[in-house]
């Protein structure tokens, strides 16, 4: 049997009038990771949050933070968000003039990096970069927003970049991320997934977040 589910909480979904409440319940229901959705209102349409909203969190949990920047040319900000305590940093290739050169900034601002790739963008865009990076994040929805539904179409992205990893020996992660639900988790999963990261469909789960997470490590 494989390892259960790593499960990444992505708290754009949260209540942000009880932040530390609900960075409580990520922990007490298992998830594995905070994931932290920054938006620029340039790459993606919206505006979300950034380094002082990671600063109020951090010593709240121990969890792993993985920072996903759907920001353009993120390496500008890869000193802020490795001072404020990011542990992944996690950037689009689609946002990168110099994708290797961000890589680098992220190594040395000694954070762990990871690289994103949009629903429309081929994986050949980033299969050199499995010996370099730490996580390989396969967007299934559009970013920008939370709520949306899955788009299978993708997931077989997954098992080429996981096949591009076993030919250069790297065991790198492999992220999914837009409309990860219970109900899909397992279709997540055999396309060869590790990690799957979830908004609305774990804090809205009917029936809490501790059963969702339970249910998905259960697969
Ligand atoms: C979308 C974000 C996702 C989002 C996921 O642009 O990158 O992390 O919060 O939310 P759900 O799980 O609700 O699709
Ligand atoms: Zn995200």
Do not use: W
């Not at 979300?48 to 390496?75: C, K, N, Q, W």
């Not at 890869?78 to 305590?85: S, T």
């Not at 999963?189 to 259960?218: C, E, H, W």
Request: aromatic share 6%; charged share 20%.
């Amino acid at each position: 049997m494989s390892a259960p589910a790593r499960i990444s909480a992505s708290i754009l979904a949260a209540d942000f009038a009880r932040l530390g409440d609900q960075i409580q319940l990520v922990e007490e229901s298992g998830c594995d990771e905070i994931h932290f959705d920054v938006m620029d209102g340039h790459f993606v349409p919206a505006i979300s949050f950034g380094v002082v909203v990671l600063e109020s969190i951090r010593d709240l949990t121990s969890l792993p933070i993985d920072v996903h920047m759907m920001v353009t040319e993120p390496g500008r900000f890869a000193v802020q968000f490795a001072d404020a305590g990011a542990d992944i940093f996690t950037v689009h290739a689609e946002a990168c003039s110099d994708l290797s050169a961000t890589v680098a900034d992220i190594v040395e601002g000694g954070m762990r990096p990871g690289i994103s790739i949009n629903p429309s963008t081929e994986t050949s865009a980033v299969n050199r970069y499995t010996a370099s990076v730490d996580r390989f994040l396969v967007m299934s929805v559009e970013p920008g927003f939370g709520g949306q539904s899955l788009m299978p179409e993708v997931l077989p992205k997954i098992e080429e970049l996981r096949s591009a990893a076993r030919h250069s020996g790297s065991e790198i992660e492999i992220a999914v991320d837009g409309g990860v639900k219970v109900e899909n988790s397992a279709a997540v999963l055999s396309a060869g997934a590790d990690t799957l990261i979830s908004g609305t469909g774990i804090f809205n789960y009917p029936d809490g977040m501790a059963a969702a997470v339970r249910q998905i490590k259960s697969l």
